[in-house]
């Protein structure tokens, strides 16, 4: 059974940075895209980033600008997300997920596509 965990979240103040961690369990990340997505109190779940594993390739939403970043871990298991430069609008849970479609160059921004996630880092930033 594929899990996925995510850690690194936290209280911070709007400037400083944080690094998320995903780590799969029960199946690599090999072949594979992996997303992150957050939910803000009240909102949507929406779209960060996502990678596609063998590609090595990342997609960003919109309101990223530069500050997000998601890669690969030393192991095929582990993605994080970098967020620097973070503001109080930043504040949400973040989530972890994955799918496996056997294309490496799949990857969507659709939440409903994803097979597997996790249960969310919570990242609170204050001003």
């Known amino acids: 059974q594929v899990q996925l965990v995510e850690s690194g979240g936290g209280l911070v103040q709007a400037g400083d940075s944080l690094r998320l961690s995903c780590v799969v369990s029960?199946?690599?990340?090999?072949?594979?895209?992996v997303g992150w997505f957050r939910q803000a109190p009240g909102q949507e779940r929406e779209f960060v980033a996502a990678?596609?594993?063998?590609?090595?390739?990342?997609s960003y939403a919109d309101f990223v600008k530069g500050r997000f970043t998601i890669s690969k871990g030393d192991d095929r298991n582990t993605v994080f997300l970098q967020i620097n430069y973070l503001r109080p609008e930043d504040t949400a849970v973040y989530y972890c997920?994955?799918?496996?479609?056997?294309?490496?160059?799949?990857?969507?921004?659709?939440?409903?596509?994803?097979?597997?996630w996790g249960k969310g880092a919570q990242v609170t930033v204050s001003s």
């Open positions: 997920a994955v799918g496996f479609r056997g294309d490496s160059s799949w990857y969507t921004t659709s939440s409903a596509s994803y097979d597997y």
């Open positions: 029960g199946r690599s990340f090999s072949s594979s895209a």
């Open positions: 990678l596609r594993w063998s590609r090595n390739m990342a």
